[in-house]
């Protein structure tokens, strides 16, 4: 998916059946998005106005202040879009981190041998549980350096 201004834009239009730009501008507050579309100019919404945008695009606001930033970059300073593009990739997986670390905590509490309130391992200070958690800590940090 191509998520540039012009994207943004005919996807806010879509999803809130609305006609012309014109309408569009008025539901975002502004006096006109007409320069918004043209390639040539380095014109890009606020950020007050690209979180509107986002909302009714569909996209989470975060995301759509990233492709912002992206796209300021590409005018003023190309070098730092690979930068942007991790965070934006981060963002994006963000919630199957979540996601992932939930079901290895839930499993690690179910499957945990505790006897009483202190805590503490019934085998011993160096537990099967405790090896599996460092285990999935190692792998997880890992996973979130390559991104």
Do not use: C
């Amino acid at each position: 998916m191509k998520n540039d201004l012009n994207w943004y834009m005919n996807e806010a239009k879509r999803l809130n059946d609305i006609k012309s730009d014109r309408k569009l501008a008025i539901v975002l507050g502004v006096s006109g998005v007409g320069l918004w579309r043209h390639p040539e100019r380095h014109v890009v919404p606020e950020q007050s106005v690209m979180v509107k945008l986002s909302k009714l695009a569909g996209v989470p606001e975060e995301l759509g202040l990233i492709d912002r930033d992206i796209w300021v970059a590409g005018f003023k300073a190309p070098e730092t879009i690979p930068f942007y593009e991790k965070i934006k990739k981060s963002l994006k997986t963000l919630p199957q981190y979540a996601a992932m670390l939930s079901v290895f905590a839930a499993l690690l509490i179910s499957f945990s041998d505790i006897d009483d309130n202190s805590g503490t391992p019934s085998n011993g200070a160096s537990s099967p549980v405790e090896y599996i958690l460092w285990k999935i800590i190692v792998v997880v940090q890992w996973w979130i350096d390559t991104i």
